[in-house]
């Protein structure tokens, strides 16, 4: 770790100023996944902005019939929302599946889907890693690629993104509010993040000099039939191997509307307009579900050591699905 | 805990931890807690290939950085006496010597320390060494145990040592197994494994004189640690001290003095102020040994009735090239069960790693995951019930060495634990039985670890007050061995435990035995025992030979003893304190140090602990989660010192063979001679979700041969065994046969 400088800005307009200043200086919010990678060296910024205090601490309701999620509300708070539990329980569920009570009490809505791959060798620095230093090359492709991707990978890195609450806002078409020095915009969550391309040290299409403000959640939320499930090497406290957030709108045994995203393939949460519009007037059953997995994971390319993954990918689509359905109990 | 398993006369047997409250509050002060004037901080540079020379080290940049003390390596080590001038041609290192910290600029693994930056503070420290460059001269590195297994060779060390257990071993004629009526034959894998104790190793090193040495350092053979240093620095050992009053867990990574002690020591010696090393979790995994990497090839034949005709045991497993680590992995296999017929070999192959070491139930754990999956197997090829075959196959005694067994109760501890489990619910087809949507499996294992005892000193002193001091330089690393000496010091001398205090951790305390093997009860238990029975004794002659005592002149066969009394067995009224002799007699205290040893009785007995588990496990069949769901475990390992911590012992231990069995293993990338899965978030121990219900039995047994305590020791037995329980349940959910470990979801789908 470096030593660093230090601001913190208690409104908007004063973390950007402070930004526009020291462009080199990165955003901290609950610090969970910024100061493990300063640890690392990974991450090596001269001048930290906190925006912890920033004003973005609240959940509301928006003029839409929807919920806007403040940016440094915290995953906990956010989980156990009175609202989020009983409108969006895909996403509390999403959240409460990803690292542990300590951590969710302290990492933000703002900065869970802006965490880094968990990439082996982008963590080692004595390792060629693109993310980390574009051009080096990637160790992953033909190394240990256990935890890699599986869709939308490039030559250049094959990594995934490892956010368990970004699977669910993508289900869930969620909109990411962002203010910046030409002020606000807003993203669509599937749009939030891309893939690796010849870029891969770019994760998301904010812009550096932007700051989320907050998370819209859109009216629908899909509260009665929705599923979110973490495939892992343990039974908590680990990074999804796969994940899945599934969400259906049903009508007796008809499906009306579906959504699927999935987690922990590609390196951004995956997702298939065209598998989802497959689903719709079909009935609810596990023939069905397992032709939309195929159709999710059409293309799907292992490395050597994560070709288990599309296999794997396609028997929790079905789950996720047959769970969402409540044709299956939850373990 | 029911109590109708466990009826011995021990008032005293579940007495709370007596560091428990300082541990809870955090007044227990851990090595790297300890708050020395002036000291320094030190953070290592490690080396980034797994084989070569150190052709350039830049540390210009890192030395002028804020706070830095000094940055130290090869090129301006104050040097280790032991290691001689460093060489104007550096030579790779003979097999036998252990890695010479800073002594030349040759690359024996990645990770290895390089250089060590000392600052006047931590963070300051760990940004200077990020700008230390270090050049390299790479040379091909082998660090692929499979792709190396033609290289496999009897250990030098084990050549050179006509008496060597781990020599080639035949009993009867192996090849009984070509003939055998069935047969089984299989590989089983086991990958490297890091101990990961939740608290990474640490120390301060301190020269309190320039030939006066103090270490507060994690590890778990102070007097071993004490005499290594002593030697490496050609020091007086008395010059040598070291602490190591609490540690947090080490499972076998404090058994030795490894790298990162020498540094922080050579660092202390160049900056003359205290030094204090914290390894970062990332570096737990090159620093302080690991689990080896081992292949096992077993074969078993039998009657079709079930009687074992032949048994061969091969394994391979890995060591440095620098040095040879030797564990007791087919022993088992030569005495777990009545068989004829059997063989073992035992082979190493040296690779660019560094060394290996003792993780808890070495040897045994390894090689009884093997036997004891082999045996499933063979009950599954039979359709005999796993635990009617082991019935069949009892060995009533040694039958490695022709002897009788001390004690055992191995068929007790079948009985019990399969009552418990409910064993006889268990259907005998694979995927016979399922529960909502998941198969359901059940599995069993037997346990043994062999019991060994030490030459160990103890020294117990009353006071004035009544209070006893009884002390020795053992150290605790986590099963409660203050615990057990106080209640072993308490119940020898009829006082209560509140009397009493263990004083450990400490160099300077009477000689006592690393904390390794199972062996602290057996070895430093039976040293306190003897010098608390010498203490009473010294009392007894005093109170019936001083004029004024009111017991003089009595026979002492006529006394008795309670509550730090000695009265007349026939009268109790006639009696007088272990206080008022001390007065009488004008004594400020009364003091022994006795020593203990093994004896002939260790040719007379084999002498072993058994046991067996009982593991539920759920699987999932469409992702393949396997849960472990409940286990059941009973073992029988002498006298229970202490009911509570040994409980907390036999948890402890499959909890790590849960993480054996389902989730622990350390991946190298070969490219590189690196591990790529060395954190926390990619090294998965077992987290509470994992854990089920576990109960833990133990039989109450008698056993008068293998020390004056009674006890076998239970730390390693604990996890001996629970990984084949684990996967033979996972086979009789699922009829998959997963035969290299860990079982992650992807090997099951
Ligand atoms: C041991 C461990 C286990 C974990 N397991 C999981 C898991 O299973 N599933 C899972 O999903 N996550 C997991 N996590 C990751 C955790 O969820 C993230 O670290 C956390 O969500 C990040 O939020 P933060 O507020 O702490 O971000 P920070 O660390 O403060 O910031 C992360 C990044 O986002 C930027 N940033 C933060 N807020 C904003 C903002 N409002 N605008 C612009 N930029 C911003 C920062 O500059 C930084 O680059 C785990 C983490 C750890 C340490
Ligand atoms: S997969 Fe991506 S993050 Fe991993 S090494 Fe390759 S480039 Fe780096």
Redesign the interface.
């Known amino acids: ?3 660093f400088t230090y601001f913190r800005a208690h409104e908007v307009a004063a973390a950007l100023t402070e930004k526009a200043t020291a462009p080199q200086a990165k955003f901290i919010a609950g610090g969970t996944n910024l100061t493990d990678l300063m ?3 990974v991450e090596q910024p001269h001048h930290l902005i906190d925006i912890r205090r920033l004003p973005l601490n609240k959940i509301e309701e928006t003029e839409e019939n929807g919920l806007r999620l403040g940016a440094l509300v915290t995953n906990a708070d956010t989980a156990y929302h009175p609202l989020v539990e009983s409108r969006y329980p895909l996403l509390a569920k999403a959240i409460l599946a990803g690292a542990s009570a300590q951590l969710r009490n302290m990492a933000t809505n703002g900065g869970n889907p802006l965490q880094r791959t ?1 990439c ?2 982008f ?2 620095t ?2 060629a890693c693109n993310k980390r230093e574009p051009g080096s090359g990637c ?1 992953a492709l ?3 690629n ?2 890699h991707a599986i869709l939308g990978t490039s030559e250049h890195c094959i990594a995934v993104h490892p956010s368990d609450m970004a699977v669910a806002l993508t289900a869930l078409d969620a909109k990411v509010n962002v203010t910046g020095p030409q002020g606000e915009r807003v993203i669509p969550f599937p749009e939030f993040h891309r893939l690796p391309g010849d870029t891969p040290n770019i994760d998301t299409n904010l812009s550096p000099d932007e700051i989320i403000t907050a998370i819209d959640l859109p009216t629908k939320g899909f509260a009665e039939n929705n599923a979110y499930l973490k ?1 892992r ?7 999804a ?1 796969v994940s899945v957030a599934a969400a259906l709108e049903l009508e007796g045994n008809i499906i009306k509307e579906a959504r699927i995203a999935l987690g922990g393939v590609a390196h951004k949460p995956w997702r298939k307009p065209e598998a989802e519009a497959q689903l719709v007037g079909k009935e609810a059953n596990p023939e069905n579900f397992a032709q939309v997995a195929e159709t999710l994971l059409a293309g799907a390319q292992g490395f050597g050591h994560n070709n ?2 599309i ?2 990918a396609k ?2 689509i ?2 996720a699905l047959l769970q969402a359905a409540k044709m ?2 939850i ?1 | 805990m029911e109590k109708a398993f466990f009826d011995q006369d021990n008032i005293n047997d579940s007495l709370d931890r007596v560091d428990g409250r300082l541990k809870v509050t955090g007044k227990a002060t851990y090595a790297a807690e300890y708050q020395l004037p002036n000291i320094a901080h030190a953070v290592l540079v490690t080396s980034t290939i797994a084989k070569g020379l150190i052709t350039a080290l830049d540390s210009k940049q890192a030395e002028r950085a804020p706070g830095i003390l000094a940055v130290i390596s090869h090129v301006n080590s104050p040097g280790v006496p032991a290691y001689g001038s460093s060489p104007a041609m550096p030579e790779r290192a003979t097999l036998g010597t252990p890695l010479r910290v800073f002594h030349d600029n040759l690359v024996y693994f990645s990770g290895q320390p390089v250089a060590v930056v000392v600052a006047d503070t931590l963070q300051r420290a760990k940004y200077a060494a990020s700008l230390v460059k270090v050049q390299y001269e790479k040379e091909p590195h082998q660090t692929d145990l499979e792709a190396n297994i033609s290289r496999a060779a009897l250990p030098a060390n084990v050549q050179r040592d006509k008496n060597s257990r781990y020599h080639d071993y035949d009993r009867g004629n192996p090849e009984a197994l070509n003939t055998a009526a069935v047969k089984i034959e299989a590989t089983y894998k086991i990958p490297t494994e890091h101990h990961n104790p939740l608290e990474p190793h640490a120390l301060i090193a301190h020269w309190e004189a320039p030939d006066k040495l103090t270490l507060y350092d994690k590890t778990q053979v102070i007097k071993g640690t004490q005499g290594n240093l002593a030697r490496a620095f050609k020091l007086p050992i008395e010059n040598v001290k070291v602490q190591a009053k609490f540690i947090g867990g080490a499972f076998g990574s404090g058994i030795r003095v490894w790298p990162h002690v020498m540094a922080a020591t050579l660092a202390a010696k160049k900056v003359q102020r205290p030094v204090k090393l914290a390894l970062p979790r990332e570096l737990m995994f090159n620093s302080v040994g690991s689990r080896p990497e081992t292949i096992q090839k077993l074969s078993i034949g039998a009657t079709k009735d079930g009687r074992l005709t032949a048994i061969t045991h091969e394994a391979i497993a890995h060591t440095s090239t620098y040095e040879e680590h030797t564990e007791r992995t087919v022993l088992a296999t030569r005495v777990l069960y009545a068989c004829p017929n059997v063989r073992t070999r035992y082979r190493l192959v040296n690779l660019d790693v560094n060394t290996p070491t003792w993780m808890r139930g070495p040897g045994e754990v390894t090689g009884v995951y093997a036997l004891e999956s082999a045996i499933d197997e063979l009950a599954y090829a039979l359709r005999i019930d796993p635990l009617e075959l082991r019935l069949r196959n009892h060995a009533d005694s040694d039958p490695e060495k022709n002897l009788p067994w001390s004690s055992k109760s191995l068929k007790e501890c079948y009985a019990k634990g399969a009552e418990h489990f409910g064993w006889h619910k268990r259907t005998l087809e694979p995927r016979s039985m399922r529960q909502g949507q998941f198969l359901v499996g059940y599995g069993m294992a037997s346990s043994m670890f062999g019991v060994h005892r030490n030459n160990a000193k103890a020294r117990a002193v009353l006071q004035a007050d009544g209070k006893v001091i009884v002390q020795s330089a053992t150290s605790d690393i986590g099963p409660g061995t203050g615990t057990a000496m106080t209640q072993i010091a308490a119940d020898t001398l009829n006082i209560s435990p509140a009397l009493i205090r263990f004083d450990l951790g400490e160099s300077t305390l009477p000689d006592a035995p690393g904390q390794t093997g199972s062996t602290t009860v057996s070895s430093v238990g039976s040293a306190v025992k003897v010098a608390c029975e010498a203490l009473k004794q010294k009392l007894l002659q005093l109170a019936v030979t001083s004029p004024h005592s009111t017991l003089y002149n009595a026979n002492p066969a006529d006394l008795s003893v309670a509550d730090g009394r000695i009265f007349k067995t026939q009268n109790p009224a006639v009696s007088i304190t272990y206080t008022e002799i001390l007065k009488q007699n004008n004594l400020p205290q009364l003091e022994v140090t006795e020593e203990s040893k093994p004896g002939a009785e260790w040719q007379k007995y084999s002498m072993s602990a058994f046991g067996a588990h009982f593991v539920e496990v759920h699987v999932n069949p469409i992702t393949g989660e396997v849960r472990v769901k409940r286990v059941v475990t009973c073992a029988g390992v002498g006298k229970v010192i202490n009911l509570k911590t040994a409980r907390s012992q036999s948890i402890g231990g499959i909890v790590g063979g849960i993480g054996m069995a389902l989730t622990e293993e350390s991946v190298m990338d070969h490219r590189f001679g690196r591990y790529v899965t060395a954190d926390f978030a990619n090294y998965h121990v077992p987290v509470h979700a994992d854990v089920p219900q576990i109960d833990a039995f133990f039989i109450d047994e008698h056993d008068p041969h293998v020390n004056p305590v009674g006890a076998k020791g239970l730390g390693e037995i604990a996890i001996v065994g629970v990984s084949a329980a684990i996967a033979n349940a996972v086979f009789h959910a699922t009829g998959k046969r997963i035969r290299n470990l860990p079982i992650t979801p992807d090997k099951l789908i």
């Open positions: 770790m470096n030593s640890k690392v060296n968990r082996y060798y963590y080692d004595a390792t160790s033909n190394g240990y256990r935890i495939l090497d343990r039974t908590s406290y680990a990074f191997l288990f993954k296999e794997l028997r929790a079905v789950r299956e109990e373990s």
